[in-house]
C-alpha cells in the first residue's frame, strides 16, 4: 500500500483527508465518525468572538439546482451559524475530543479584538487542541461584508499576534474573494503561517422567481459543489511553487478523484465538506480507495 503520510501545517497527519469545519464537525461524537472512517484530522466547527453569530436565521441549507439547456448544474446553499458555544464551552469539547480520538483535533477561531485573538488561542491551545485555524473567511466577516480591501493585512497582523501566544501550529484559512489569492498566500507564510487553507466558500445569491426574493438570506449565505473545484485548483498550483509551507485544498469535492487533483496541483492535504453534508460519512474511507489505486496504478510510492 503506498504511504499517504503528508502535512497540515507543521502537523504530520496519516493522509490527506481532512474534515472541514462546519456542522460536520461541531462536537466528539461527529469527530469519532470521522475517524471511523480514516480521516487523518478534523477541523472543528469555529468558535467566533462575536455572539450574534452563535444563532441561526432559517432555512440553514438549500440544494438549488439549475436547468439552463443543455447545461445543468447544482450548489449546496448554506447559511451555518458559528458554534453556539461560548470560549469555555467549546473548550471542553476540545478537551473531550482530544482525549477520546487519536487524530488531531484542530481548532477554528473568529475574533474581532485583538485580546480576544490572544485569549481563545492561548486557552485552546491548553485545552489539548493539536493546531488552530484562523478563520478571517467566513461569510458573517465585517471586512467582508464592508467591502474594504483590507483582508490581507488584517489577516497578517492576526498571523502574527497568534503566532505570538501559542507553540500549536498555526494555519491562516482566507477568503476565495480577494484581489490577488496569490499574493494573499505569499504573505501569509512570510508573516510566519505554518499552512494555508485555500479556500472557504463564496457568497453568493439566488432569487425565487415567484416570490421574487431572495432564496436565503439576502447573499450572505455561503455556497459550493462541484463547480468550486476549479477555482482553488487554479490558484493553489500558482501558491504552491511560490510559498514554503503546507496548503490544505477546499472546495468542490465530490469524489475520489478530486482528493488527487488537487494533490497534483500541490496541495498537501485536502478538506472535505458538502460531500459529508450529500453522502455521509462513508465518502471518506471511499476517497482514500481511490487515492490508493491511483497511486499503485501509478507506481507512486508516496505522497
Sequence with gaps: MPGMETMYGSLKIKNPLVVASAGTSEHLELIKKAEDMSAAAVVMKTLFEEEYTRKNPTPCYSIIKRKGGPMHSSTFYSFEQASPWDLERYAEEVRRAAKDVSIPVIASINCVSDPAWADYASCLEEAGAAALEINRSCPFS??????????????IETVKLVKDKVSIPVCAKFTPQLTDPLLTAVS???????????FSRFTGLDIDLEKEAPIMHGGIAGHGGPWAIHYALRWISAAAPQVNIPISGSGGVSCGEDIIKYILAGASSVQICTSLYMEGFTVIADYLKKLDYYMTEKGYTDI
Excluded: Y
Aim: proline share 0%; no cysteine.
Design 142 to 155: 465585517k471586512v467582508m461584508l464592508e467591502g474594504k480591501d483590507t483582508w490581507t493585512a488584517a489577516a
Design 188 to 198: 501569509l507564510d512570510k508573516a510566519g503561517a505554518d499552512g494555508l487553507v485555500m
